[in-house]
C-alpha cells in the first residue's frame, strides 16, 4: 500500500460487483439462473479492436491534473498507486464490461445509474472511469451527465469549464474543445457545462445521441462513461439510456428497497445491457459521510 492508503475497509466495499446479469429476464423468470461470471482472460480476447492505422486529432481541449491526495482521502481509486481491494474489484467490473464494449450496439457508451441519490454513481462511474483509463488502447471520456447537480469535477480536483450542455444549446461549441484531458493517461473528463433552465429537454434531444456518437467517431478507441441523475428523481437518466449500451445500476447493499430497484432497471429499459453493481459502504473512515445518505434511502 501506499502512502495514500489511509482506507482500509473492514470488508469489500463493493460486493458481487462481477454477478451482472439480465435483470430483466430475471424479473420475467424470477428462478432464471445469473450469468455466469466470464473471466478475465476471455475479456483480455475479446478486447476491442482498433485499426492500428487509425490517427486521433490532435486534442483542442483543456489540460488538468487530478487531485490524487483528494481521492485518497475520499476512498477512491488512486491513479498509479499500489493495487488495492478496490481497484481489484472494478478490474472485474471492467473486464465484463469491455467484453461488451464492440458486441453490443453502443455498447462503448456506459451509463452508471441508480434510482435514488447518494447510492454511488459518482464513486462508481469516477472508480470505473480510473481503471478503465489503465487499459492500453482504451481513451475513456468521463461524462458528467448529472447536469443539475454535476460532481465529477469536483471530485477529481479539476476546475469546471464549458461542457455538454453548452455544446447541446449551441451548435457552434465544439464538444471536442469542451474536453478536458488529464494528467492520468487515457483519461478525458467532458464536464456538465453550465447550467440552464431547459438542461432536461435539451438533454432529450436528438443531438445528444449525435454528441455522444459524435465522441466516438472522432476517436474509436473511446469509451464513453455518464454519470447521471437518479434515475427515479429526474429523467435525464431514462434519456441517457436510449443512447448508452450498457448500463451500470449501483444498488447500495441491504439499502435499496427491491421495489425502488424495478422501478429503476425499468425506466433504463431501453438500454440493451443493464448490469447491477452492489455497493456497500462499510467503511473504517468518518462514519459522518453517509449520514445523510442513511436519511434519504430510507
Ligand atoms: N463504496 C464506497 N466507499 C466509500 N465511499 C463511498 C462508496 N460509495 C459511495 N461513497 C461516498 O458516498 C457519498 C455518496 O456517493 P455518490 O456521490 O457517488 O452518490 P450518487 O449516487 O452519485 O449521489 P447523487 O445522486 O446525489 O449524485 C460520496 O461521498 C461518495 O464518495
Ligand atoms: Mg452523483
Request: hydrophobic share 45%.
Amino acid at each position: 500500500m501506499t502512502q495514500h492508503s489511509s482506507i482500509r475497509p473492514r470488508v469489500s466495499l463493493i460486493e458481487r460487483a462481477a454477478k451482472a446479469y439480465d435483470f430483466r429476464a430475471a424479473l420475467e423468470a424470477s428462478d432464471a439462473a445469473p450469468e455466469p461470471v466470464r473471466s478475465a482472460a476471455a475479456a483480455d480476447e475479446a478486447a476491442p479492436a482498433v485499426d492500428p492505422a487509425w490517427k486521433a486529432a490532435p486534442f483542442e481541449g483543456r489540460l488538468g491534473r487530478i487531485a490524487r491526495d483528494q481521492l485518497a482521502e475520499r476512498g477512491f481509486i488512486i491513479p498509479d498507486a499500489a493495487p488495492s481491494v478496490l481497484a481489484e474489484e472494478y478490474r472485474i467490473i471492467k473486464r465484463e464490461l469491455l467484453l461488451d464494449a464492440d458486441t453490443i450496439a453502443r455498447g462503448r457508451v456506459i451509463l452508471v445509474a441508480s434510482g435514488a441519490s447518494g447510492e454511488g454513481k459518482t464513486f462508481s462511474a469516477v472508480n470505473l472511469a480510473l481503471s478503465c483509463a489503465q487499459e492500453r488502447d482504451i481513451e475513456v471520456v468521463l461524462v458528467d451527465a448529472d447536469v443539475a447537480k454535476p460532481e465529477v469535477l469536483a471530485t477529481l480536483g479539476l476546475d469546471n469549464g464549458p461542457g455538454l450542455l453548452d455544446a447541446l444549446a449551441d451548435p457552434t461549441v465544439r464538444i471536442e474543445d469542451c474536453l478536458i484531458r488529464t494528467d492520468v493517461p487515457n483519461l478525458v473528463v467532458l464536464p456538465a457545462g453550465t447550467a440552464r433552465n431547459e438542461a432536461t429537454e435539451l438533454l432529450a434531444s436528438g443531438r445528444t445521441k449525435a454528441l455522444l456518437e459524435g465522441l466516438i467517431a472522432a476517436n474509436p478507441r473511446r469509451l464513453v462513461i455518464l454519470d447521471s441523475p437518479p434515475a427515479l428523481a429526474a429523467s435525464p437518466a431514462s434519456v441517457l439510456a436510449l443512447v448508452a449500451g450498457q448500463a451500470l445500476v449501483v444498488v447500495r447493499a441491504d439499502k435499496t428497497p427491491e421495489r425502488a430497484l424495478r422501478e429503476t432497471v425499468a425506466l433504463l429499459n431501453h438500454c440493451p445491457q443493464i448490469r447491477l453493481l452492489l455497493n456497500s459502504v462499510e467503511y473504517a473512515g468518518s462514519s459522518r459521510r453517509f449520514g445523510s445518505y442513511y436519511g434519504q434511502v430510507q
